[in-house]
């Protein structure tokens, strides 16, 4: 097998013509309307037949050499686009226009889900089932779910006793949902993901620990996106909440009982310690930490690989990391940081000398 | 769907009475003991019909707003409980008899797993089975394992051969279980774990890596519980081992040829590299890091995003964590520390100019 | 079930002769290569009828003690085997020697994968399969993929709609393999790895966020190894790509569109944040965060738990992580940091006035 990145590209007659686009993304367009596009490509490598776009004007410079046969533009890079042989589609915001093309593409060039239980799924007494819902192979449906219209449950899931998924969500493959959890319309779990696993709960006791069990669930509202192996964990005695349109990347850990408020993303590897809450429309880079029981408020941003160790309540971008250094440098510093305190001390005492 | 949060309550009939849940906890009751409890709740929120408990006694104030039916206190805090209107369950340790009446609560809620195999799991030759094992829809259990008396095998799991399942444990749902790997009595492995993959042992040759095979496998004692998505790698010659009533939280690594004392709990994130020997009765916090072939003793607590570079032998809390600041701040408190050695030698020279 | 960590031992037929070890790594003899190997054994605990390798020439001392009837070593420690009772097997790099022997071992003491599709497995339409193919119970390979001649698949997998797996490749249980992804000869997948979720990507509107469908896929080459729950996603326009012998090892995440060139490996909890590019020959330390768009050159090495916030283009190794601290000491160290913008100037101010 020789490497290649090229994504499938459409054959002749399955590629939509730039006309085709325009209408779709209610763009204008200056140059030529009646070119097919086989694929969508990054603005460096796009070729001919190839459709891109710009979405940060500070990179306006980059048209003039690209060779795509249409990128997508606000309307003051147009003429850029045309100068170098390309059709512009001008709109307000090409960024979201470009995400709104990947979803219009992925829904002409992947299969859908059909409809129907695969005959090697398991379902239990009880199961409620809405229209249109598609039950892979070898999925567990336990006893008492619910499955609302147009649901898609992928190849091996298990939704536990009790569970609800709303309408038009998707579990991708193997996802475990856990008994009694329940999550709004037009989700999506990515493979691997696991909601509704055990807090983490135990009372010491002669050394020993002792369980909890967690008797709460999670609840997810609508829109929200898991990625793959991330764990949301039921709560204590009550729920794990997730409001409306959270996004969580793959490798997550959100501990039992926390709440993340609506809209909040957050990058891979993130962890989120027990009874936190988080507030709404805040993003956290890959691998930050928030440690338990404390607070941060709404738009909250914590950049990536950095701890909160105490509540944040300002608005802002917020960090911590050690800077990374050639490693004997690092060692150094390193070092000297032990002794950080007592150089301020000694600081200290030489401004003492000098005043008089 | 709508948010809630409250976990499903029992109906009249099923609520237990105060006086029950008294006799289970072995409880001194001061106030009503004939009212039926339809719910545990924590402190804050808990209402009429509502049971909670008061494990922090600087938090006893809370008791004279709290609404709940009972709370579960000390002697010294019962009359406050009556005070409020509600009925004290006097014990000696609150948080403990929590735990235990939550263990309680689950058994009268939760269906127990049904005894038998389900048709649709596929076993081995050879495989040993006990007395009352349980195990579920589409799960392998492969040739040689061996499930202990009452061992509850939740749905999609993968049960490796010649592997050893002691008696009581439970695996929830898809959890992996390597080839020749052991677990005690009365175990849990949640969603998501993965025992005994392979370490990860290459050796370099010429640019390239050649793989070591793992040959030894993973042993856990009793009373072990492993989180969701948590990987403990199988030893290279000898097995990865975790003694007694170790805890680990989810998404944690565990690489091979490690040990884990007894009732050592790890939180969501840690890392532990190859060939860490960790002692007994320690804690380590969230995303904790540990590095290869080191050792740490006995009652040695590790703070949450911590990383242990060198061997630590005397117990104590032991932390190293880059506060996080307002980004700008960060920004230049960052770049000083790539110089502070050589700050600290400009203090130097300072401090000698200042020595007649 | 009580604590035990040998590795099953071979009975007295099956085990191997020293004569036959030293044929298989073309080894010279020194001492009596009669005697029969039933396990390997690290140095400081093997007995009589154990073998065990001597990698480090610094730990030569230790030989004087070995019990190991066999010892792989240098020439020059070839005396201290025979010294201590043993016999030596001469090799110009014991450690390679010893990988190499692990995997004969392996293929001795482990049962291959019997060829054939197990009943239970699920198969879409238009499957291509090579030959001698093994796909265990309870694996879903969907519609158009290509599986080649001599994977194993094992129980609980999913290969998705078109991906291909090459000859050779075997992954463990349910590994999740999406759409269109592929992978190159003589692959490793351990149990619970995610090829080809969606990567993560979003357009911001108005508050929420809108999906941007990821249209590319996972392109991995020959020789790749990856551990158990590690997550690869798929590329927004173009694929993620994994070069020829890249080893990763659990619980890591790579983001949609990185590169990572040949025969770099990363230790556990690795996270590479979306479009980095990471060159050939490098190694991460566990838990070592790279952010997005940015490069790193070959024989770039990140010590563990180290963030890379910028490129970095020259070989070396890299470090930054905060020296952990008893944490009385580490508090007021990190509260000083907090000032050590600060502290520099005052340390700047007291030079001004030393200088006449």
């Known amino acids: 097998m020789r490497a290649s990145e090229t994504v499938r590209a459409l054959q002749d007659e399955q590629a939509p013509l730039i006309a085709d686009i325009a209408a779709e993304l209610a763009a204008q367009v200056l140059g030529d309307a009646g070119l097919r596009i086989r694929r969508m490509a990054p603005l460096e490598t796009a070729q001919a037949g190839e459709l891109s776009f710009l979405a940060n004007p500070k990179l306006k410079s980059k048209l003039a050499t690209c060779c795509a046969s249409a990128v997508i533009v606000r309307a003051d890079a147009a003429e850029d686009v045309v100068a170098a042989g390309g059709t512009a589609l001008i709109v307000a915001d090409p960024y979201r226009a470009f995400a709104q093309l990947t979803r219009w593409w992925a829904a002409r060039v992947r299969p859908a889900a059909a409809p129907g239980i695969h005959p090697s799924a398991v379902l239990g007494q009880g199961v409620r089932l809405g229209t249109g819902v598609s039950v892979g192979p070898l999925s567990v449906i336990e006893e008492g779910a619910c499955l609302g219209d147009g649901v898609v449950i992928g190849p091996q899931c298990q939704v536990g006793r009790d569970a609800e998924i709303g309408a038009g969500s998707r579990l991708a493959a193997r996802v475990a949902f856990g008994a009694e959890c329940r999550m709004g ?12 696993a055990d807090g983490f709960g135990f009372a010491p006791h002669q050394g020993r620990w002792e369980k909890i069990e967690q008797l709460g669930a999670v609840w997810m509202g609508d829109d929200v996106e898991v990625g793959a192996n991330t764990c949301i964990d039921r709560g204590a005695l009550e ?104 150089l301020r001390s000694r600081l200290r005492a030489v401004e003492k000398k000098l005043t008089p």
């Not at 319309?185 to 509704?196: K, M, N, T, W, Y």
């Not at 709404?280 to 701890?307: K, N, Q, R």
């Open 185 to 196: 319309q037009r989700g999506v779990l990515h493979s691997g993901a696991v909601i509704g």
């Open 239 to 342: 729920d794990t909440v997730l409001e409306d349109g959270v996004k969580l990347d793959n490798l997550i850990q959100i501990a039992h009982n926390v709440r993340i408020g609506a809209h909040t993303a957050m990058a891979g590897c993130v962890g989120v310690a027990g009874s936190a809450r988080i507030g709404a429309h805040c993003t956290f880079g890959g691998a930050a930490m928030i440690l338990g029981h404390l607070e941060i408020g709404d738009h909250v941003h914590i950049s990536a690989a950095s701890v909160v160790m105490s509540s944040i309540l300002k608005p802002g971008q917020y960090s911590g990391v050690f800077p990374i250094d050639e490693n004997g440098n690092w060692e150094k510093n390193a070092a000297t940081l032990r002794q950080l305190h007592q």
